[in-house]
């Protein structure tokens, strides 16, 4: 058998491909040899002076495109993934939360955080985790101590809670507390508005 022509590293290339005869046909020929090529084409950079250079853009490039992978996944899992969307909002609607109380009512930022909570709050509910529920008060009005002893005991029973609200009274429509909360917990938000509202 005639011995191929080529540099040493394209032999060792050969090789590892278990190529036993690079001549089987001028077709087969032609391939092998312009693969072989390309893969020392390929490795031609490194002998190079700017190789370095030239590598450490491709790790930039690489590192780039990792992240872009990784971003494109997470979007694809909070939108498309219902247990992943409910946990990242349910931790998106604690930090809101936590900046609407740390930036207080004087704050110009304030109203955003506003916003950013409840768009969150609204996104459970369509997710299907919390439940919206209005319960009309009917003997207590907003401005009252009554309303506050209520208000008093739903914060020591839902002290996690961020999700509730109670309108203004006005005359032509009861007093409403407004409750965003996992449907399990809505018979006890029940249980105490009623206990109030009949014993006042």
């Known amino acids: 058998m005639p011995k191929p022509a080529g540099r040493p590293d394209e032999l060792a290339v050969a090789r590892n491909l278990n190529i036993t005869s690079i001549q089987k046909s001028e077709g087969e020929a032609w391939c092998v040899k312009n693969a072989l090529h390309l ?23 690489l590192a780039v495109g990792v992240v872009i992978v990784f971003v494109g996944v997470l979007l694809t899992l909070i939108f498309h993934s219902k ?7 349910r931790i998106m609607i604690r930090r809101s939360w936590k900046k609407v109380i740390e930036v207080g009512p004087t704050g110009h930022e304030q109203s955003s955080w506003i916003e950013a909570h409840e768009k969150h709050r609204d996104r459970l509910t369509d997710l299907g985790y919390f439940e919206r529920k209005e319960f009309r008060l009917h003997n207590i009005e907003v401005q009252s101590e009554e309303f506050n002893r209520l208000w008093a005991e739903l914060a020591s029973t839902f002290p996690d809670c961020t999700t509730a609200q109670g309108s203004d009274n006005k005359p032509e429509t009861p007093t409403i507390i407004e409750v965003w909360d996992v449907p399990g917990n809505m018979p006890k938000w029940e249980s105490i508005i009623n206990k109030h509202d009949r014993n006042n």
């Open 83 to 89: 247990p992943v969307a409910v946990a990242y909002h």
């Open 39 to 61: 893969f020392w084409a390929m490795d031609r950079p490194v002998n190079q002076e700017h190789s370095g250079e030239s590598w450490g853009a491709v790790k930039q490039l």
